[in-house]
T-cell receptor, first 112, second 115 residues
Framework: QKEVEQNSGPLSVPEGAIASLNCTYS??????FFWYRQYSGKSPELIMF????GDKEDGRFTAQLNKASQYVSLLIRDSQPSDSATYLC????????????FGAGTRLFVKA | DTGVSQNPRHKITKRGQNVTFRCDPI?????LYWYRQTLGQGPEFLTY????????KSRLLSDRFSAERPKGSFSTLEIQRTEQGDSAMYLC?????????????FGDGTRLSIL
């Protein structure tokens, strides 16, 4: 089992729709969770971070965390073609020492 | 806040050569991280510093890799005797201290190509 798992996609949604991106993690002791957006050939860009169970909203983005299920998700409302990118889930893990573990990312395509 | 700066942006070298990359973090950030990313994968954690102290180093990191942050400001990552498998994007990130692990902000990366 990978430490942070994401569906590789591609996930294709029409412009204006809601895109839902999911991530599961294996370290039950993880406390910090992050979503990054990465355009092809560019470095990751922070979108959202969440520490507590529940929802956290920032503009068109909502991060959802369920520690009992070891699940974190990102919703993108009113998706735009400019949202087309790879979305990386990252989790801070403390097992065997601190490290940040990234999933392999989900590719999102928003069709105009 | 000028962001995280990495140099060089691209490095092409022959197998067996040594290479060194530099990272300048955001000025008020105490923590600095190095990652390696290959095509189709997420960034892979290599090491991190809090001020000048190297607190963690991935067990996946071979002895050919070494990182320093001598004055708690910029950092260097050196790869000795490069191999084909070292070809990747090397990313640096920084974050401030906080009660929770603060989000990391990435530089543009150094792309290494081994001939």
């Amino acid at each position: 089992q990978k430490e942070v798992e994401q569906n590789s996609g591609p996930l294709s949604v029409p412009e204006g729709a809601i895109a839902s991106l999911n991530c599961t993690y294996s370290d039950r002791g993880s406390q910090s969770f992050f979503w990054y957006r990465q355009y092809s050939g560019k470095s990751p860009e922070l979108i959202m971070f969440i520490y507590s169970n529940g929802d956290k909203e920032d503009g068109r983005f909502t991060a959802q965390l369920n520690k009992a299920s070891q699940y974190v998700s990102l919703l993108i409302r009113d998706s735009q073609p400019s949202d087309s990118a790879t979305y990386l889930c990252a989790v801070n893990s403390y097992t065997g020492g601190f490290k940040t573990i990234f999933g392999a990312g989900t590719r999102l395509f928003v069709k105009a | 806040d000028t962001g995280v700066s990495q140099n060089p942006r691209h490095k092409i070298t022959k197998r067996g050569q040594n290479v060194t990359f530099r990272c300048d973090p955001i000025s008020e950030h105490n923590r600095l991280y190095w990652y390696r990313q290959t095509l189709g994968q997420g960034p892979e954690f290599l090491t991190y510093f809090q001020n000048e102290a190297q607190l963690e180093k991935s067990r996946l990191l071979s002895d050919r890799f070494s990182a320093e942050r001598p004055k708690g400001s910029f950092s260097t990552l050196e790869i000795q005797r490069t191999e084909q498998g070292d070809s990747a994007m090397y990313l640096c990130a920084s974050s401030p201290l906080g009660q929770q692990n603060q989000p990391q902000h990435f530089g543009d990366g150094t792309r290494l190509s081994i001939l």
